[in-house]
C-alpha cells in the first residue's frame, strides 16, 4: 500500500481505527489495506475550494445553548484539568477554569476572526501600549460581553454549581496598579465595542505589583502570586519570540553608512507572546492584548552544570525571568533602576518588532506605515519605542535618517498622565550608555538636530530654550527626559482632562508648547458603562433600563440624561434608593465576613479609595474624621440623635519606598481601631480601611457609596477616573476644582457636588503665604491635632514625622488652607442626606450626567482627532443549513470530496433521528472562506437551500 501524501485528501478521509482487542487487529488492518490497495494516492490532489469550506464548517461556531455549555464545561474539566465530577464538585477554583476555558474558546473563534478580516480589509490599526493593564477579574466581563451570563448560569445550575459563588475564585489580574492601567483596561473594552481595529500591548508579570496585608496598622508588602493557579484567560504563543539585547558593543555597518551601526555581542533574552482575546458588547468584534514574557535565550549553561555548578549554570535563566517579575521594581538602587530600564526596553523592543512583522505582512512599502499604524503611548513608560522604531528603521531596514526620523513622528502619539515634575521619567545617561549603547547614540543624535531646529526657532533665546528642551538634563547629573523625548518623537500629545491640558501648556511644558502649539490636544478621560455599571451594579442597572425602556444606554451613555425626566416621580426615586440600599447592604455584608466590623446599612457610605499619595490628601480626611469623633463625644443624647451615622472607608496601596503615604496608612488604621471600639460612637461612626485594594473590590465598594471623597490640592490631579465611576453609580462627590472634577460640575451641576478649596490659580500665591507663615491655621485643626498628639488613639514613633509634613510653614499641599473649606463642605453633606428625597434627586442628577464620562467617547476622541483610524465591524457568522449546502456540492461535482461525504452522512444521521456531534445548522466565519467556496455559498442561498443572515 503506498503512503498517501502529508496534506492530502486521502489522509484526511484515512479513518482513525479503534481495536476493542487483539486479535480483531491484523482483520481489519487487512480490510482497510484492501480498500486503498488499487489507488494511487500520491496522485491524489487537493481540491483547496472544498479544504476551505471543510475548515468553515468544521470549526464553525459553538452553539451557545445550555446543553452545549455544559458538554464544554465537563470536556474543558475532564481532558484539560484532569478532574473528576467528585473533584470538581469540591473545587471551586476547578469549577472556575473549566468554566473560563469554555468561555475562553468563543472567545478564541471571535478573535481570530476579526483579526482575519482586518487583514483582508488592510486597515490601519492602533496599538495601544501601556505598562499597564489593570483588567480585574474576566469571567463577568465576558459573559456580559458575550451576553451569555444568563444561559451559563442555567446550565451550571443544572450542573449543581453555583456560578455567583464561581466566579469569585478568580483572581484579579496583577497586571496594574491604579488609574493609568484601569484606564488602559477601559479603553480596551471600548475599542473592541466601538469596533475600532486595535491592539493593546503590555507585560505579563508574574507577580504584580505586591500584595497589601495590614500588620499593626502598617502596610506590608508580599508578593501577589496571581497565577498560582495559572491564568486560563491566556493562550502561549510560543511561535512569537522575539530575541532582545541589553549591553555589547557597537561596530562600523558594512554598507559604510556612517549613520548605520551594528549591535552585537549583547545580553540575550527572549521575549514570548501570551494572547488575552478581548470581547466587544453586542459585536463580534474581538481584539487582542498582548503580554511579553521574559525567558532565557538558554535555559541553563550545560558546562557550568557539568562542572557541578548548578546555582551558575541556572543564573541566566533567573537573571532574564526577573524582567517580568514585578510591576514597578523599586528604583531606589542602582540595580532596582537598571531593571526598570530592562524592563521598559525589552517591552517596546518586542511590541516594535512584532508590530513591524505585521506591518510586512501588508506588503506594502515603509513610506505607508504611517497609513497603516498608530502607535499611542500610555505616559512616558513606553518611550524608548521612538528610539527603536527608529533604530529599527536605519540599521535594519536601511531607511535614511531623515525618512526614517519623519516615520517615527507620524507613527507615534503620547499621552501625558501627570503634573507632577518628580512623576516625569529620567534616567542617568551612563545607565542608558551601558545597558542599550545604540540607543543613547541615536538620542544624542536626536537631540542635537531637535538643538539645531530650536536654536532657528528662537534665535533670540536660543541659550535658555535650548537648555530648557533638551533630552538632556546636564545638572545636577546627566539624565535622559523621557517626556521631552516622548514629545519630540510623536505628532500629537494629550493631556486627559480639560484643566490637565491647559496645565500642560502653561506650567508642565510651556517651552514646548511655544515650539509646537499645534500637537498640544486634550481628551477626557472615561470609563466603561459596561464593567461599572451593567456589571458591577445590576439592580442600578435593571431600574435604568426599565425607566428609558431599553438597555441601549450600555452603549450610548449619553441616554442616561434622559433620568432627568423622572425626578418629579417618587416611585422611581424610591426605587433609585432601594437600589442604593441593597449595595449598602452587600458592603456591610463583606465587612462584617472579611474584616469582622459591624456597620449600619442606613449609615452615610463615605468612601475615599485611590492610591495613597500626599497630594490626594488623605491626611485631610482622617484629620476630618479625629475633628467629627470629638464632636460626636462631647453632643448630648438629642444631638447625637439627629447626628447623620457615617461609615468611611479608605482603600489604596502607598509605594513601597513612599514613606509618608505609608505613614499615613498608619494613622488612619490607628484612629479606625479607636473608633471602632468606642462604645459611645457605636452606629454613629465607623472607619475601615479596606487592605490590597483592587478592581473586584472597587466592584463592591462603587455601587455601594453615598459620597466619594476627590480632594487632591488643586492643579495637582491629571484627571482621575474614580469620580467618573462614583458619579455614575450615583454616588456624590466631595472634592476640588481638580481634574475631572471641574468637567463632572458642567455636567451634573455644582450644586449636586459639594466643592471647596483653593483654585488652581489660587495656589502658588497660598504655597508663598505658608512658606512666609501669614497662613493661619484654623483653631479646630489646632484642637485635632492636640488629641492626636495627646495619644488617645495611640502612638507611634513617627507620627511626628507625619504632623511635620504639613506644619511649621511647610505645607506643601495646602491642608491648613483647604481645612475650613472642607469642614464646611462636610457640614453640608449632613443637612443634605437628612432630607431623602433631596439626596435620591441629587444621585439620578450625578448618573444622568455622566454621559460624557464614557470611555466609548474617549476613544472615539482619539480615533478621530489622534489616529486617524476607522470603526469596522465584522458581520459575524453565517447559519449554513447541512442539508441545503450537501445538495449544492452535489450540483457543482464535490460531492465526492471529504467535504460532501461529511455533509451527507450528517444529513443521513439527522434525517435518521440519531445523535451526533455535526449540527444540521452551521455558524461559518464567512471571511475564511476562498472566493470559490463563497460563490458555492451564495449560490444556494438564491435557490433557498441555506440561510445566510448577517449576525450582530
Not at 170 to 187: M, V, W
Not at 503 to 522: A, C, D, G, Q, R
Request: charge should be negative; glycine fraction near 6%.
Amino acid at each position: 500500500m503506498k503512503i498517501p501524501a502529508k496534506g492530502s485528501v486521502s489522509e484526511r478521509l484515512m479513518p482513525t481505527l479503534h481495536f476493542d482487542d487483539e486479535p480483531n487487529l491484523q482483520s481489519s488492518f487487512s480490510k482497510v489495506q484492501a480498500e486503498y490497495q488499487d489507488k494511487d494516492y500520491q496522485e491524489v490532489e487537493t481540491d483547496t475550494h472544498a479544504a476551505s469550506l471543510l475548515w468553515a464548517v468544521l470549526s464553525s461556531y459553538i452553539p451557545n445553548d445550555s446543553q452545549t455549555i455544559q458538554k464544554s464545561f465537563v470536556h474543558r474539566a475532564a481532558f484539560d484539568l484532569a478532574v473528576t465530577h467528585a473533584q470538581v464538585k469540591e473545587s471551586v477554583p476547578a469549577q472556575f477554569s473549566a468554566a473560563a476555558l469554555s468561555v475562553r474558546d468563543r472567545l478564541v473563534e471571535r478573535w481570530k476572526d476579526t483579526e482575519l478580516y482586518f487583514h483582508q480589509k488592510q486597515v490601519k490599526r492602533v496599538y495601544y501600549l501601556s505598562l499597564e493593564f489593570l483588567m480585574g477579574r474576566s469571567l463577568t466581563n465576558a459573559l456580559s460581553n458575550l451576553n451569555l451570563d444568563e444561559e451559563y448560569t442555567r446550565a451550571m445550575r443544572d450542573l449543581g454549581i453555583q456560578m455567583e459563588e464561581l466566579k469569585q475564585a478568580e483572581n484579579d489580574a496583577g497586571l496594574g496598579n491604579g488609574g493609568l492601567g484601569r484606564l488602559a483596561a477601559c479603553y480596551l473594552d471600548s475599542l473592541a465595542t466601538k469596533n475600532y481595529p486595535a491592539w493593546g500591548y503590555g507585560l505579563r508579570y508574574q507577580y504584580g505589583m505586591f500584595f497589601q496585608m495590614i500588620r499593626d496598622g502598617y502596610q506590608f508588602e508580599a508578593p501577589d502570586f496571581w497565577l498560582r493557579n495559572g491564568n486560563p484567560w491566556e493562550i502561549e504563543r510560543l511561535d512569537i519570540q522575539w530575541p532582545i539585547m541589553f549591553y555589547g558593543q557597537l561596530a562600523p555597518h558594512p554598507s559604510g553608512d556612517p549613520l548605520r551601526k551594528v549591535w552585537t555581542g549583547g545580553e540575550l533574552v527572549n521575549a514570548v507572546a501570551y494572547d488575552v482575546p478581548v470581547p466587544g458588547y453586542n459585536t463580534f468584534n474581538t481584539i487582542n492584548l498582548r503580554l511579553w514574557s521574559s525567558k532565557p535565550s538558554n535555559e541553563f549553561d550545560l558546562q557550568f552544570f557539568n562542572q557541578g555548578d548548578y546555582y551558575k549554570a541556572i543564573e541566566n535563566k533567573q537573571r532574564s525571568e526577573t524582567i517580568t517579575s514585578v510591576l514597578y521594581p523599586n528604583d531606589n538602587t542602582s540595580a532596582g533602576k537598571e531593571l526598570r530600564l530592562k524592563q521598559q526596553y525589552f517591552f517596546v523592543s518586542a511590541t516594535l518588532h512584532d508590530i513591524m512583522k505585521r506591518f510586512r505582512e501588508t506588503g506594502k512599502a515603509l513610506e505607508e506605515l504611517p497609513d497603516m499604524v498608530s502607535i499611542q503611548l500610555n505616559d512616558t513608560h513606553p518611550a524608548l519605542g521612538i528610539v527603536e522604531l527608529l533604530r529599527i528603521l536605519v540599521d535594519l531596514e536601511g531607511v535614511a535618517w531623515s525618512e526614517a526620523w519623519a516615520l517615527c513622528k507620524k507613527v507615534f502619539s503620547y499621552t501625558n498622565h501627570t503634573v507632577l515634575p518628580e512623576a516625569l521619567e529620567k534616567w542617568d545617561v551612563s545607565l542608558m550608555s551601558n545597558l542599550l549603547p545604540r540607543h543613547m547614540e541615536l538620542i544624542y543624535r536626536i537631540n542635537y538636530l531637535f538643538m539645531e531646529e530650536v536654536g532657528r526657532r528662537f534665535p533670540e533665546d536660543a541659550i535658555e530654550m535650548k537648555r530648557k528642551l533638551s533630552l538632556i538634563q546636564e545638572q545636577p547629573t546627566r539624565k535622559v527626559r523621557m517626556a521631552h523625548l516622548a514629545i519630540v518623537g510623536s505628532h500629537t500629545l494629550n493631556g486627559v482632562a480639560a484643566i490637565h491640558s491647559d496645565l500642560l501648556k502653561t506650567h508642565v511644558f510651556p517651552e514646548f508648547f511655544k515650539m509646537y502649539p499645534s500637537m498640544f490636544t486634550n481628551v477626557t478621560n472615561g470609563v466603561t458603562p459596561r464593567r461599572w455599571l451593567h456589571q458591577s451594579n445590576p439592580s442600578l442597572s435593571r431600574l435604568i433600563t426599565n425607566t428609558l425602556g431599553s438597555n441601549d444606554w450600555v452603549q450610548d451613555l449619553s441616554l442616561l440624561g434622559d433620568l432627568r425626566d423622572h425626578l418629579d416621580n417618587e416611585s422611581f426615586l424610591k426605587s433609585w434608593s432601594s437600589s442604593k440600599l441593597k449595595n449598602k447592604e452587600r458592603l456591610r455584608d463583606w465587612l462584617e465576613t472579611n474584616m469582622n466590623l459591624n456597620v449600619r446599612a442606613d449609615a452615610l457610605f463615605d468612601i475615599q479609595i485611590k492610591r495613597i499619595h500626599e497630594y490626594k490628601r488623605q491626611l485631610l480626611n482622617v484629620l476630618s474624621i479625629v475633628w467629627r469623633y470629638r464632636q460626636i463625644k462631647g453632643m448630648s443624647d438629642e444631638e447625637r440623635a439627629d447626628t447623620v451615622p457615617r461609615v468611611i472607608i479608605f482603600g489604596g496601596k502607598a509605594a513601597p519606598g513612599y514613606y509618608n503615604a505609608k505613614l499615613v496608612i498608619k494613622l488612619i488604621n490607628m484612629v479606625a481601631d479607636k473608633v471602632n471600639n468606642d462604645p459611645d460612637l457605636q452606629g454613629l461612626l465607623n472607619v475601615a480601611f479596606v487592605p490590597n485594594y483592587c478592581v473586584s473590590l472597587a466592584e463592591i465598594l462603587i455601587p455601594a457609596s453615598d459620597l466619594s471623597q476627590h480632594i487632591s490640592t488643586a492643579g495637582m490631579e491629571a484627571s482621575g477616573t474614580s469620580n467618573m465611576k462614583f458619579a455614575l453609580n450615583g454616588g456624590l462627590i466631595i472634592g476640588t476644582m481638580d481634574g475631572a472634577n471641574i468637567e463632572i460640575r458642567e455636567e451634573i451641576g455644582e450644586a449636586n457636588m459639594f466643592i471647596f478649596g483653593a483654585l488652581t490659580p489660587e495656589v502658588e500665591g497660598w504655597r508663598k503665604q505658608v512658606r512666609e507663615g501669614k497662613v493661619v491655621v484654623d483653631e479646630h485643626l489646632l484642637e485635632t491635632l492636640k488629641l492626636v498628639e495627646s495619644g488617645i488613639f495611640g502612638n507611634f514613633p513617627e507620627l511626628p514625622t507625619l504632623l511635620d509634613t504639613f506644619l511649621h510653614n511647610n505645607d506643601y499641599y495646602l491642608l491648613t488652607v483647604d481645612w475650613a473649606g472642607y469642614l464646611e463642605a462636610q457640614e453640608r453633606v449632613d443637612a443634605a442626606f437628612k432630607d431623602k428625597m433631596k439626596w435620591a434627586r441629587m444621585s439620578v442628577l450625578s448618573t444622568a450626567g455622566s454621559g460624557k464620562f464614557s470611555s466609548d467617547r474617549s476613544v472615539t476622541d482619539y480615533a478621530e482627532k489622534i489616529w486617524n483610524i476607522k470603526s469596522l465591524r465584522r458581520p459575524g457568522p453565517i447559519s449554513v443549513n447541512t442539508e441545503g449546502l450537501s445538495s449544492q456540492l452535489e450540483e457543482e461535482g464535490m460531492q465526492s470530496t471529504s467535504l460532501g461525504r461529511h455533509l451527507s452522512s450528517s444529513v443521513e444521521r439527522n434525517a435518521g433521528g440519531l445523535s451526533t456531534s455535526i449540527n444540521s445548522t452551521h455558524d461559518i466565519a464567512y471571511e475564511r472562506l476562498t472566493a470559490s467556496t463563497r460563490k458555492i455559498v451564495s449560490r444556494s442561498a438564491e435557490r433557498g437551500g441555506l440561510h445566510i443572515p448577517q449576525r450582530k
